[in-house]
């Protein structure tokens, strides 16, 4: 039986990625220094660690590995990564780095990092896609992206004198059910999809800008398949993931509008956007057999229902 551990279990994505390595059979232990708020977890065992200690990190290794996810980081939406540059550089800098040394002393076979195309420079709305090396020369908008490419080459180093198998996936914004929807770090289509279900038919939601801010949303579902795909495959340089399609944020108040049957207007008001657009290549993970399996809409029909859930539940 393949042992699996997987760092941020606590979390969005690595909550969906348990279950779906547990559900294929492999035995499964999650670590994070918080219990998942929103469900169990089917993991095999649970430990609540703080990855930011270098000890913490040698435990959630002891015992020995044939693939490593790591998911653990300090992240948030973009007021979150607007207003929390220090704690982002200064945590998940910490956990990136005792993460990878443990794993490099416990002899772990595959190692996979939860990247970001925050890497990337901000983009012009008409400009044609970004090929995953055009993240040189460096230019990230914001300090998450400049903690994620750094974790990226500290993996790529440490695979290379340690001699195991390293995997960098960059994650355009993903979304879905079981993740955080309140409090200050949901992302954009969390919080939309929150403002709508508050909403009365015909009411008003406030986006900031507008939203005519570009952007692809890849479902949570979609994106666990290519992380298992991408770290069980030959492809060992940073990879793109996420479809093709790109919409605004006010398109996207519009389908989460559509799924929830209400007419909603928008008031834009101020506040961080990031970048102003977003476009790039998906050769490298479709190369590997990947597609996603929902688009925005049916995607978004998902989340709005999970998310409509925990606010008549409040
Ligand atoms: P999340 O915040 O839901 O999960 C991250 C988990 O890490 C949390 O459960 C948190 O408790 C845990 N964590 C934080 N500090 C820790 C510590 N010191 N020790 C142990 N655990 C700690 O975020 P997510 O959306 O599931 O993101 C997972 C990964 O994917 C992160 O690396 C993130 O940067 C990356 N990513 C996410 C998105 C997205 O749209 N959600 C996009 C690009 C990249």
Redesign the pocket.
């Known amino acids: 039986m393949k042992r699996v551990l997987v760092?941020?279990?606590?979390?969005?994505?690595?909550?969906?990625l348990v279950v779906r390595l547990s559900a294929e059979g492999c035995w499964v232990r999650a670590?994070?220094?918080?219990e998942?708020?929103y469900r169990d977890l089917p993991a095999d065992e649970f430990l609540t660690?703080?990855?930011?200690?270098a000890d913490?990190c040698l435990r959630a290794l002891d015992g020995g590995f044939d693939e490593v996810y790591?998911?653990?980081?300090?992240?948030?939406?973009m007021e979150f990564i607007s207003s929390a540059e220090c704690e982002i550089m200064r945590?998940?800098a910490?956990?990136n780095a005792n993460m990878i040394e443990a794993a490099a002393s416990a002899g772990v076979d595959r190692y996979f990092?939860?990247?970001?195309?925050?890497v990337y420079r901000d983009m012009a709305p008409d400009e044609p896609p970004l090929t995953e090396d055009d993240a040189y020369p460096a230019n990230p908008h914001n300090e998450?992206g400049w903690e994620?490419l750094y974790a990226e080459r500290m993996v790529s180093a440490f695979a290379r004198r340690h001699d195991f198998e390293a995997r960098i996936?960059?994650?355009?914004?993903?979304?879905g059910p079981f993740?955080?929807w309140q409090g200050g770090?949901e992302?954009a289509p969390a919080a939309i999809a929150r403002k709508v279900a508050e909403a009365p038919d015909g009411g008003t939601i406030e986006v900031f800008g507008g939203g005519s801010t570009i952007r692809t949303?890849?479902y949570?579902e979609d994106?666990v398949d290519a992380v298992v795909l991408l770290t069980r495959s030959g492809e060992d340089r940073p990879t793109n993931i996420g479809p093709d399609e790109r919409v605004t944020i006010a398109d996207l108040v519009n389908i989460t509008a559509e799924v929830a049957a209400k007419r909603i207007e928008i008031r834009p008001v101020d506040g961080p956007l990031g970048v102003a657009a977003r476009n790039f290549s998906k050769e490298r993970i479709t190369e590997l057999g990947w597609e996603p399996r929902y688009d925005l809409r049916q995607g978004m029909a998902e989340t709005y229902r999970w998310i409509a859930e925990q606010v008549a539940q409040q």
């Not at 760092?7 to 969906?16: D, L």
Request: proline share 2%; hydrophobic share 35%; with cysteine.
């Open positions: 760092a941020g279990a606590g979390g969005f994505i690595g909550g969906h670590v994070d220094v918080t998942p708020e660690l703080d990855l930011r200690d913490a790591q998911l653990a980081a300090d992240m948030g939406g945590n998940s910490s956990i990092l939860s990247s970001s195309v925050c998450y994620k996936g960059r994650f355009e914004n993903c979304y993740g955080t770090r992302k949303f890849v949570v994106l």
